[in-house]
């Protein structure tokens, strides 16, 4: 049995740092002729860029990494973008895993370290499990500093531009970009946009003028002291700065329902008016399997699966809704609800929430309801005509008091938007209430809220400002927050174009873990080896197994697999199929044997069919480099419907026997076999676009992730030898090889 072990290992004996890295910058400067020229240019020093750089640095390629800050990691940085805002990171520092020492092992539990040894992981920098930010910047800034000191990254040097088509320089007369920076112009073949996310996702202009954005709020909350504040939003930046504000200020959060993937158990009867006689009517709908609708609400990590979602230690304000404080929690029913803002009570802010798009937005009028009797009705009216009176309006074309059919009491002011907008619109509400003696400032309907302060926090997305349009079209998706990227991260509009970390997580938003670092650095890593193999000429690591018809040999491709199950952390981030592990089948380890039938070489010998594995990588290159052979790939998933409220309950565990190990919940592998692909496979395949499989196998769940009992071993064994009994008997008869033999013998003997 031969076991051979192919690719490039890098090992840095610099030893481990743990003190901080001092930025000298050795970075080329403006004038130097060509200094800033790269083959591969890498734009933006975050965990993303200074990993690929790692990588290119170890290879000894040529690369730079431009970062307009004075410094890397600066979106964690204190001293720079400071995010997040309240300074505690979501993503989980597990220092002890167990009696398990296994480092891979660790770093499916290690969210924030990236991948190399020579400083001190973040899990040797703090015992938090959830640390704060300036200790993953540092970290950053200090695995940087080989970089650094290599003068490859150059700081304080903003990309303002980036061009396609070929520029003639010396480094490379195929250079196909060219980038215009702060410092200089810079000739690349390759560009890969790590820059993470730019740009806020913002209200429109006018709204604007009345809210905080979350990306300009300093953390300083003890401005908040005793103030009415309303959060925009349904992510974690809305939750983050909802647990940061309830020590000092009275919050109501807004958001709006998002699709659930997973239908709703019950419909919750709920109080929609009064009949003539004053009692409450109900609303009921009853339910069967075939009704039930889609569920909507809070996406929650502990129900989805994704680490995007709300995490569960920033759920505070639930608590305190639930629990009937005063801190509340109101939502709008249609997913793409707006919100309109404007100055009222002269110093507050009036939202009016959750309007329809189709219905509410173009309206001339905000109505604004409140529990009024005869005598408060008539008050607000008189006050009315003496606002007219005393500003010289028609007060029929300003403000119109009408009762708000069909709850009785409940009066609606409707008043002009363009009037509210006015010098006069912030000081409206106010006359009203001195002229009535009525209170105007706790209106009845979850629309209309009055607030100190607004903070919005609806997210971020890409900024495509630096592309020249021309010759860079770059196309968006989900709502234009990520560009749209082949599974391999190039661009499909623009060959030689890529994006790497958070911006290219469009290919598992909302399932694995690819726009984090946790689950971004294999990503990254699994691109710095397409670079390697499709553009420097090195393979893909892999490692060969010859299947000689011995169970030594398919136990040992058995045991390597199931190491990797056990162990590695990239298919274990990336899961669902965004990376795969997978084994090519074939008959030869060489094309330099001569006159093969495929089943035997030119003098007869059977030929042994040879596993060769390969780790995690994009499906697309897997699929189309190995269309023609026969192959076997593996990938962690969860449960079909395992998400939602069941997953926290008591009966959760879908199996816990071999034969019904397709029933399993909790993440599990799944083993495929596939047959030689009978068409051509293009770029934009994507993994659940793979055929059906010849073959399928479950390895039943196990809470731990140890799958190396009998339990595990003994199936996923027989699996893999009817795998290979299939794959020989489909690449060639054996048989023939008795028919060479005996020609080459019959053509000696004609010699003799």
């Known amino acids: 049995m031969l076991h051979v072990k192919t690719g490039v290992i890098v090992t840095w004996l610099l030893g481990v740092t743990l003190g901080r890295c001092e930025v000298v910058d050795n970075s080329p400067k403006t004038g130097d002729n060509g200094a800033l020229d790269a083959r591969y240019c890498i734009i933006g020093g975050g965990p993303a860029g200074i990993q690929l750089g790692h990588f290119f640095l170890g290879a000894n390629r040529s690369y730079r990494i431009f970062e307009k800050s004075h410094r890397a990691g600066s979106f964690f940085a204190e001293d720079a973008r400071r995010m997040p805002v309240h300074r505690r990171l979501i993503s989980i520092n597990k220092r002890f895993t167990g009696a398990r020492s296994d480092p891979e092992f660790n770093m499916r539990h290690d969210w924030n370290s990236l991948l190399g040894d020579h400083v001190a992981r973040v899990t040797n920098r703090t015992r938090e499990l959830y640390p704060p930010a300036d200790v993953v910047a540092d970290y950053i800034q200090d695995f940087a500093g080989i970089q650094i000191q290599a003068g490859r990254i150059s700081f304080n040097t903003e990309v303002l531009r980036v061009s396609a088509g070929k520029t003639g320089n010396a480094l490379e007369k195929t250079s196909s970009f060219l980038i215009e920076t702060s410092r200089g112009d810079a000739a690349c073949q390759f560009v890969i946009v790590a820059a993470g996310f730019q740009s806020a996702v913002k209200m429109n202009e006018k709204e604007e003028a009345f809210v905080e954005g979350y990306d300009e709020l300093k953390g300083d909350t003890q401005r908040f ?3 009415d504040v309303v959060v925009l939003g349904g992510g974690n930046a809305a939750y983050e700065t ?3 504000l309830v020590n000092d200020a009275k919050v109501t959060h807004i958001s709006r329902l998002r699709p659930l993937p997973w239908k709703r158990d019950s419909l919750w009867s709920s109080v929609r ?3 003539s006689d004053g009692d409450e009517v109900l609303f009921k709908k009853s339910l069967t399997e075939d009704n039930r609708p889609d569920a909507e609400g809070t996406r929650m990590a502990m129900m989805t699966h994704y680490v995007g979602d709300v995490r569960a230690h920033r759920l505070g304000i639930f608590d305190s809704y639930s629990l009937k404080m005063v801190d509340r929690v109101l939502r709008c029913e249609k997913q793409d609800a707006l919100f309109e803002a404007f100055r ?15 219905e509410d937005v173009g309206l001339p009028s ?8 005869k005598d408060e009705a008539a008050a607000v009216q008189r006050a009315l005509q003496l606002f007219g009176t005393e500003h010289g309006l028609d007060m029929t074309k300003v403000a119109d008091l009408t009762e708000s059919a069909p709850i009785d009491g409940v009066m609606a002011l409707s008043i002009d938007r363009a009037f509210l907008a006015s010098d006069l619109g912030p000081g409206f509400f106010p006359y009203l209430e001195r002229a009535s003696n009525v209170t105007l400032s706790k209106p009845l309907s979850p629309q209309n809220v009055v607030a100190d302060h607004v903070i919005r926090c609806f997210g971020w997305k890409i900024n495509t400002s630096m592309f020249d349009p021309k010759t860079m079209p770059i196309q968006t998706t989900v709502k234009g ?10 661009v499909p509009t623009v060959p030689g174009l890529f994006f790497a970390g958070t911006l290219a997580h469009s290919l598992d938003f909302k399932k694995s873990a690819g726009g984090f670092i946790h689950g971004f650095r294999y990503a990254v890593r699994s691109l710095f080896r397409s670079f390697e193999a499709e553009t420097e000429g090195v393979p893909w690591p892999s490692t060969s197994f010859v299947l000689d018809g011995t169970n030594q040999s398919i136990l040992a491709l058995r045991d390597h697999m199931l190491n990797r199950i056990n162990v590695a952390a990239g298919p274990y981030q990336m899961f669902g199929g965004t990376l795969i592990d997978g084994i090519v089948l074939n008959r030869r380890i060489a094309e330099s044997d001569k006159g093969s039938n495929g089943a035997c070489d030119a003098k007869g010998k059977p030929l042994p069919l040879v596993a060769t594995y390969y780790d995690e990588m994009p499906p697309s290159h897997f699929f189309r480099s190995f269309s023609e052979s026969h192959n076997i790939v593996w990938h962690y998933k969860y449960g079909k419907n395992f998400s939602g409220p069941g997953v ?9 026997d071999i034969a019904h190990a397709h029933f399993s919940t909790f993440l599990h592998p799944k083993v495929e076999l596939f047959g030689p692909a009978k068409k051509p496979i293009p770029k934009t395949f994507t ?4 055929s059906k499989p010849l073959a399928q196998h479950w390895i039943v769940e196990n809470v731990e992730f140890d799958f190396s009992s009998v339990f595990h071993k003994a199936p996923l064994l027989k699996f893999l030898q009817k795998a290979v009994k299939k794959v020989e008997k489909a690449s060639g008869d054996r048989q023939s090889c008795d028919a060479i033999r005996a020609a080459l013998l019959q053509k000696m003997a004609k010699d003799l």
Request: glycine residues 8%; charged residues 35%; proline residues 2%.
């Open 273 to 275: 008016g009064r009949n």
């Open 481 to 490: 927050k990520y560009p749209v990227i082949y599974d391999t991260y190039e």
């Open 225 to 227: 002291e005793g103030k």
């Open 344 to 358: 009222c009570w002269h110093n507050k802010v009036c939202l009016h929430t959750c309007l329809d798009v189709n």
């Open 648 to 656: 926290i309950e008591g009966d959760n565990v879908g199996s816990e």
């Open 366 to 373: 905000v109505v604004w309801k409140r529990h009024l009797d």
């Open 687 to 690: 993994f659940d676009k793979r």
């Open 242 to 244: 909802i647990e940061s």
